[in-house]
């Protein structure tokens, strides 16, 4: 009987403890939406947004690393959203030879970085949950806005030549007199 007795105890215990302090777990649907809204004031900017499939759910010290190609002149933002549970999150650039392009090292529950490239190639972005609860879950959107242009495009959209407006005649070609046939 005393073992019953002990055993209820503890349950109640626990439940005392569960109770007042909610879900005990990671919600990853809370991180995606943290980003997703994160992400509204970038998409009025221009930027198309687009998930990285690198989310999940980690402890406090937990490093991610994923690589995200880019292209030169474009913008591009990083985004991490997170749950009630992760407390401080961390946003590391990388080039592709390991030089620190940017982060967001902020004390702050949410972290996001915004860079134009300078080029082609890849870059390497780690996310460090600096902070947990517990175990907490993050999600992370990529943005970019801009064109990939070629450096000398020598034609208009409708297909004319481009031409220089300050050369004599307006740039057109030089045209030659004809000369009327002498007797």
Known sequence: MKTKSSLATLALGLAALI????????DPA????????????YTQ???????TNTSGVGAGG??????????????????????????????????????LILDDRRPTRRAGVQFRS??????????HLRQTNGMGAYSVLV???GAVRDKNETTNP??????????????APATTKETPAGP
Do not use: C, H, W
Not at 30 to 41: I, W
Not at 45 to 51: F, V
């Open 62 to 99: 937990t490093l991610i690393r994923f690589i995200v190609p880019v292209s030169r002149g474009l913008d591009y933002v990083f985004l991490a959203g997170i749950d009630d549970f992760v407390r401080d999150i961390d946003i590391y650039v990388y080039d592709e030879v390991g030089n």
């Open 118 to 127: 300078g080029y082609n190639g890849t870059v390497q972005v780690y996310l």
């Open 45 to 51: 900017r221009g930027y198309a947004m687009a998930p």
């Open 19 to 26: 109770l007042p302090t909610g879900k005990l777990l990671a």
């Open 143 to 145: 943005g970019r806005r």
């Open 158 to 171: 409708d297909g004319s030549l481009v031409t220089d407006p300050t050369l004599p005649g307006g740039g």
């Open 30 to 41: 809370s991180a995606e939406d943290d980003a997703y809204q994160m992400a509204v004031k």
